[in-house]
């Protein structure tokens, strides 16, 4: 069975969460910051994390930031969920795969997850600015095709 | 010591300035009397200033929860949480490692966030005895230190209630007790400051409310200090509208900031005389009429029966008639709300039709009298010229006591109308009293109609 790291500091909102993807067939590992999220995740690398934004000790996005910094995790499909406005969190990190946001839509956050689980991160996203200075850059140079 | 604004409308009035930085504060009161609103109102209305707020739960609602049901409130703005107020559990370190851990959360987090702002919102402060526990009197004492420290003022909501003599009581800067006081059918929000260390606070109980707006405050008026005002006031007599009054008054009219009751049963024409009066305000002397029975359309209506040009007064923006009908408000809140218009219109003439209204409240019956002189007091300096309508049936029934002679005492002028003496439209005026004046005893025939 796939684990799926939740990472909430609410103890009411956590459990609910634990209930319902263990009722979805799913393993279930807690972590109330971003520190004991890391602890878990030496433990036992999940298949996915559900990480809150707002968390006393390490927040969501100096978790996300840890693990994407780290080459065993970092391809580990991250979901940040928050009652935080998105922009707000995409100023402190915005390498997630998914925002969703609080209270959470219990069928979208089971969708989001095991399509992620199911299919891998998204590829990283490409800026067409920095595309165009790469291939200036690069011309001359012969470069294998893109696939 | 630096002050801390509340921004809470009416509160800082209550403090004489706001909190004081680096204070800890107890907010106790029962669930759903306003706690948690007015410490959201004051994070997000210092957010708007830059500055951020530390918010940590116990046992209180989620965050999500909380946010969601602060949409509806005009000072939350989604863009600060996370940016300005931060919101983080303390459920789980307390859970595992007790207070101290709690202590070492909030230290950690204020260092992170820089919040100078701590709302530290689900604290169970007593035991089942009443008394506060070892443990939680050692987190106050060590938050009291951290604080101090880190140059933060902090709240503490709780729901339990100490007892006015206890250890944990004298700990910290201030206790606000809030309530929720229950009347037969009726109840009304109130605030009781206990304590403040530092300054004086304007003490007893005042009302409160909560609106989409947040919480409002109303201090009880007549324990406000005096203040002076910044406003003209004039000099000359202002004529009732009745030149028949005005003859047996002071030399035209009504002395200017005097005040006037006119007494009579139901029908007798008090609606009438006030509007007589109010259809004379001018641009230079605008007039508010506060009416507590009828609407803005009836008193329209009626005027143009009897030929009182309101209608015409009121386009020219001369007189506005507020109307303040069946609604639930508490005293101060009247008396507040009068203030503020009459400030905010320049009024010069003011009818309050009637005073059953104002004394339909919960804390009229205890208060009546000295809230009566303090509000007349506060019309007078600012030289308006007020009359209250008075109905001595319905004021015993809606003040559960029947009409104080002494009330009457309050006012400059009291004008009688009797409708046994009425012939056609004129009416006999029994003019009981008018301060400063041999006109007293004296009864004079008045046709209700301007001119």
Redesign the interface.
Known sequence: MKLILIVEDEHGNAEVLRMIFEALGYRVALASNGKDALKQLDAEVPAAILSDFMMPHMNGAELGTAVRANPKFRDIPFVMVSATNEDVVRRSFDDYDAFIAKPPDVDQLQQTLERLMERGRPSPRRDPDIDESMRHLLRGIDMPPED | MKRVPTTIPGLDDILFGGLFEGGVYILEGPPGVGKTTLANQMAYAHARRGVKTLYV?MLAE????M??HMEGQSFFR??S???EV????????F?QDGLKAVIE?VR??LARSKASLLIVDGLVVENSNGSMSEGVRRFVHELQSLVTAMTCTCLLLTSGRGSMHSAEQTMVDGIFAFEDHVSRWRSERRLQVRKFRGSEVVRGFHTFCITPDGLKFFPRLESLPVQPVEREVPENTVSTGMPALDRVLHAGGFLPGSNSAVVGNSGSGKTTFGLVFSAASTLAEPGLYVAYTESSTDLERLGGQLGVPIGAVIESGALTIESLSHQDDSLDEMGHRLLRMVDELKVRRLVVDGLAGMADTLAFPERGYRFVGRLLAEFKKRGIVSLFTIDPAALSIAAGTSLAPGVLGLFDNVLELSDAERDGEARVMHVRKVRASRASDLRVNIALQPG
């Open positions: 739960t989620s965050h999500a929860r946010l969601q989604r863009q949480v996370s940016a931060f919101y983080v559990s303390g459920y789980r370190d859970e959360l950690g987090e």
